[in-house]
């Protein structure tokens, strides 16, 4: 079967040295719980999830920890049982090295579980399915971290025609989809087969690249045992032709179907999705097990005694992966991902997350440092490498230069920084730096315009809104001294009624009227208010009253002589 | 001949037509260059430009009446880029109308706040929420850091901060290379950092 399909080719690609053997040579290891967990919140692609835990809560394995921010976020789960010992800012595992949000657990060490409940998915609507994914915390776990209920949709056309699954795995160094697909291949299949109906795909293409025989082997050993015939008859182990970046997204759908999805489109509007075997094997978990994603694994190599594959519960600190692995001395730095791709990490106390699919200990033997950049004397060994088919060196030159605008007319997003073309330059240009820079620069630029906008509105409706007021304003005051003169002129109508003497000009004879009625109501008034403590008084207090006035009367006669004249 | 009259005449109207028919249905309504200067103002709403706002500061452009280097929030780079619109040349930002300040956003000390309203009333985007013997705060993503609230505090209960940088804000740098020398024991001066 496999013989007969037609692979097809994408442009460009480098083989670099791979490096691969060092750590696929043991079994998947489980390493014991650290003293402390730190999990950061914001995990995925998307909106911050909300701590829903605080300090001293006791805490289960599986427990949800932090809800997600809307529909593009993914939920985090503690790792482990345990005690909430701290909710605040913690270095995260990103080249900034700049703090986030994160629930650090102390675990009790009896890891045990909620209560885990398997998901129908089957008599569940596609919305219910993909709220439980996303409450699941299942993301793209090929190094994106996409969240993966919002790919788990069949898109316009309802249906899917393949399913791209992929276990390629191209990047130097990273074993950690070769020995999931080596030691867990019944799950992964049955969880390519829960994709299969949940996106309602006609076949399932599960990308190998061929060097790896065990997991090619493994995987096909297991399609012959699966119970689900139809799930056997519908997924279809490929092997494609080792080269980086074989495993990325677009590259693998180009290879396995031959559909080039064009610039700024879906690959769902075209009948494909692609996902990676680990998020395949954790949405397995997530619904036939009722598991959240709570570990994943790592692969640890470079300067490490012992490199391997550990499936880490998120939250540990790399350090203690580190020195499990045996630690050699002269690390200088780590790097999280492969070589090609992978960013440096501003320590060694940041921990595992969702991302981490390898933890490589550099040594300046192992990545010696750039050599000084040289002028690009425009070869063009970039672009003939390219696998977006992108033209790398005008890039370059705009992002150097600065001209955002001219690198987006390039399709500077369409490059996903492979760094095939930083690896071939023989000017040593660190290519994908400035790209990196250019998109960063893009990005922050797009959303100061985005704060610019919303500005302006405001301003706008500020003035409309100040502008109404003040006619508002001026229209009830209109309207009060409207009935101000008209009650004067009613007032005015009545005085010449009364009035006896016809000498007085109108608008005396209102004034006067009106002070007239100002002083009957001043007197009216005063004759209502009495005294609010004479009445209801008994004969005896009476008495008593006239007593002390009488006093009072004798007293004022006896001071008067004294004091001096009243004026 | 008189056919040739006819013809080029009947060409006269028809154009005519098209062109006065194409003068109503497409007159472009405002200033077009006004909206594109405005554009490209940051939307602070500070006044520092002198005007009451960067709509007015974009009509003053517009006309001819203000400089380009007026807008301290816009920087250098805005005042490249209002260059690049009108055909002016670039100019250092004029020292008069404030100098460029990294972004921040007020805060409202909230124990000291003795809710005047005051400060509502000056705020250009109503980003300061409270009511009259109330505590007031600021809506921090609404805020364009325009500093017009400061003076009408009684308090001084308000203060500037710049934003904190987030994995989600932050930038990858410039790649930028140390220049080593090639003899240790003389440094060449110019080396960059």
Partial sequence: MNALRKLFSFHGGVKPDYHKEASAQTPIAVPPAPTLLTIPLHQSIGGTPHPIVKVGDAVLKGQRIGEADGMVSSAVHASTSGTVVAVDLRPLAHPSGLSVLCVTIAPDGQDRWIDAQPFDYRQASPLETRDYLRDAGVVGLGGAVFPSHLKVNPGKLGRLETLVINGAECEPFITCDDLLMRERAVG???????????LNADRVLLGIEDNKPEAIAMMRKALTQAPDVAAHEAIEVVVVPTRYPAGGAKQLIRVLTGIEVPHGQRSTD???????????????????LGRPLLSRIVTVAGNVERPGNYDVLLGTPMRHLIELCGARPGTDRLIMGGPMMGVTLPNDAVPVVKATNCILAGTPALFPPPPPEMPCIRCGECAKVCPADLQPFELYWFSRAKLFGKTQEYHLFDCIECGCCAYVCPSRIPLVDYYRFAKSEIWARERDKEAADEARERYEFRQLREEREKQEKAAKLAAKTAAGREKAAATLAEAEKLAQAPVLTPAEDAKKALIAAALERARAQKDAVQPGNTEQLSDEQRAEIAAIEARRAEIRAMAKPHLPPDD | MIEAILVMALGAVVLGAALGYAAVKFRVEGDPLVEKIDAIL??????????????????????????????????????????????????????????????????????????????????????????????????AAQCTGCELCLPPCPVDCISMRPIAETPQTWKWKYPVFAIRPVHPAHPAPGSRP
């Fill in chain 1, 188 to 198: 992964l299949i049955r969880g390519m087969a829960i994709m299969r109906e949940l």
């Fill in chain 1, 270 to 288: 075209y009948g494909v999705q692609c996902f990676n075997v680990g998020t395949a094997f954790a949405i397995y978990e997530a619904i036939d």
């Fill in chain 2, 42 to 139: 940051p939307q602070t709403q500070c006044g520092q430009c002198g005007f009451p706002g960067c709509k007015p500061y974009a009509e003053a452009i517009a006309r001819g009446e203000a400089e380009i280097n007026q807008c301290p929030p816009g920087g250098e780079e805005g005042i490249r880029k209002l260059a690049d619109l009108l055909g002016r040349e670039v100019k250092e930002l004029s020292a008069e109308h404030g100098v460029e300040k990294p972004k921040s956003v007020a805060f409202i000390d909230e124990q000291r706040c003795i809710g005047c309203t005051l400060c509502i009333q000056a705020c250009p985007v109503d980003a300061i929420v409270g009511a009259a013997k109330q505590m007031h705060t600021i809506v």
